[in-house]
């Protein structure tokens, strides 16, 4: 069984345009690298999936993943316009091609296109969680709204030690 790390909308267009706890970032960022490095070393698949609704050339650099969280060139790139990333994309194709079963959910804005995306991946089939310490909320730059409306966070650890070894 194949995984995919899916890393929503972690750009500097959010990012640096809201007020989040720089601590909660790097940390965040660091679990995301973690998580995102074992996958990678075990044959499986990181997504970074980036909003371009109302992408210009002029503000072409913002729409730029920020720079706390590691891309490699084996890495996937989706664009969308909407906050469920399956949603008129080519995600769920690029997901089957691969053969991946499993989605990990991790990024900005856990109660927006985190969650919706989420959602979406288990609309189309695959059996998804949130990754618990990956999300960043844009209220008050913790996962409290997803925590409390949504029983789907829990620490992926134990299942990616069991996948990955």
Same mark, same amino acid.
């Given at each position: 069984? @194949?995984? #995919? ?16 706890? $720089?601590? #909660? ?10 998580? #995102?490095?074992?996958? $990678? ?5 990181? =997504?970074?999936? @980036? ?17 706390? =969280? ?43 296109? =985190? ?6 991946? @288990? ?18 730059? @913790?996962?409290?709204?997803?925590? $409390? ?17």
């Amino acid at each position: 069984m @194949r995984i #995919a790390l899916l890393i929503v909308d972690m750009q500097k267009k959010f990012i640096c345009n809201e007020d989040i706890d $720089r601590a #909660a970032l790097i940390q965040t960022s660091e679990y995301i690298n973690q998580i #995102a490095d074992s996958l $990678r070393a075990n044959g499986h698949y990181v =997504v970074h999936i @980036r909003d371009v609704e109302d992408w210009t050339e002029e503000t072409a650099d913002s729409y730029e993943m920020i720079a706390e =969280v590691k891309t490699e060139e084996s890495d996937l790139h989706i664009s969308k316009l909407y906050s469920n990333a399956f949603w008129h994309t080519e995600l769920e194709l690029t997901l089957r091609e691969r053969n991946v079963q499993f989605v990990i959910v991790a990024g900005y804005a856990s109660e927006y296109s =985190v969650l919706f995306t989420y959602n979406g991946a @288990r609309e189309q089939g695959f059996k998804s969680v949130i990754l618990q310490d990956g999300i960043i909320c844009r209220k008050d730059n @913790r996962p409290h709204y997803t925590v $409390r409306e949504q029983p789907v966070i829990y620490s992926a650890k134990p299942f990616l030690a069991e996948a990955i070894g």
